[in-house]
């Protein structure tokens, strides 16, 4: 059975960062990872994803709203994706979700792409 777990949420000050982790269990090939975000009475929306051929990451993408401020990442050997988040606003509040997809390719930004994910993480950004 394939799992992903999320850790690395919590409550912060804006101007203020965390580091979320996912670490993926079970026997499947992960080719694209990403994070996805869910704010209370909202949609769950594309944060960025992370794209591997099975030899080199070799493709990153974000959502606008938050280039230049996270970044992704991924240890393969690890089967492990994280997402530094920094400078922080009460807008990334949010419930945190790591998915990933099975099949080859990098063009993935919408829930629907996404095969497995993870329970969620709380991340509260006060002002």
């Known amino acids: 059975q394939v799992q992903l777990v999320e850790s690395g949420g919590g409550l912060v000050q804006a101007g203020g960062s965390l580091r979320l982790s996912c670490v993926a269990s079970g026997d499947r090939t992960f080719y694209t990872m990403g994070w996805f975000r869910q704010a209370p009475g909202k949609e769950r929306t594309f944060v960025a994803r992370?794209?591997?051929?099975?030899?080199?990451?070799?493709?990153?993408y974000y959502a606008a709203s938050v280039k230049g401020r996270f970044t992704i990442s991924r240890d393969n050997p690890k089967n492990m994706l994280f997402l530094q988040m920094n400078s922080l606003t009460p807008e990334d509040t949010a419930v945190y979700y790591c998915a990933a997809v099975g099949r080859p390719g990098s063009t993935y930004s919408t829930v629907a792409d996404y095969d497995v994910w993870g329970q969620g993480t709380q991340v509260t950004v006060s002002s």
């Open positions: 992370s794209s591997w051929n099975g030899w080199t990451t070799y493709d990153t």
